[in-house]
């Protein structure tokens, strides 16, 4: 199944998000252009929406939202709470206390890794992975591996921005991947 990058959510959610997403040239280096979330942040009533918005959509569909650090928990959190279900924190490694299973994952100039506490994640568990952005996909990858491995289904992923030109979709081909602003 190949996934395209279109957005999967109402207009109105994804021209909320586009409204509140400042762009900032150069930063963090000469040629990137990058996009900030903390407008939408910062507005209470514009940051109710998207996470009531993103319920609307996973409501009745999942048991827990698993968080990416860090922005993902920014999401994660509130969402969980709206949903009534519990929150799974992916984390770099060496954040968590143990026991807990990593994944390897490349980046563009060497290697990372995500953790996740597995007893978090009960057998059969029906899990939705959030992020803040969608680049290259391996922290998606990385998170997809850590849910299953623990015993957790994963339902879709949800990315408030994608970077469709990285094409990290790619690495998640075979999930439903559900972003809000696809640039």
Excluded at 10 to 16: G, S, Y
Excluded at 43 to 58: H, I, P
Excluded at 114 to 139: C, F, H, K, S, W
Aim: charged content about 25%; hydrophobic content about 45%; aromatic content about 6%.
């Amino acid at each position: 199944m190949t996934t395209t990058p279109t957005t999967a959510f109402p207009d109105a959610l994804t021209d909320l998000v586009r409204g509140h997403v400042r762009e900032i040239a150069d930063f963090p280096a000469p040629g990137v252009l990058f996009r900030d979330i903390t407008p939408l942040l910062a507005d209470g009533d514009a940051f109710g929406s998207l996470v009531r918005g993103l319920a609307e959509k996973y409501r009745g569909r999942v048991d827990a939202v698993a968080g990416l650090e860090s922005r993902g928990f920014i999401l994660a959190a509130p969402l969980a709470l709206e949903l009534g279900v519990g929150m799974i924190t992916v984390r770099k490694a060496g954040r968590l206390p143990g026991p807990v299973v990593g994944v390897d994952y490349e980046l563009e100039y060497g290697t990372a890794r995500m953790e996740l506490r597995p007893e978090t994640v009960e057998e059969g568990q029906r899990v939705l992975i959030i992020d803040d952005v969608l680049a290259t996909g391996g922290t998606g990858a990385a998170a997809i591996e850590l849910v299953e491995r623990s015993g957790g289904q994963v339902v879709a992923l949800a990315m408030l921005l994608e970077l469709s030109g990285l094409r990290g979709r790619a690495k998640l081909d075979g999930y439903q991947v559900d972003s809000v602003l696809v640039y």
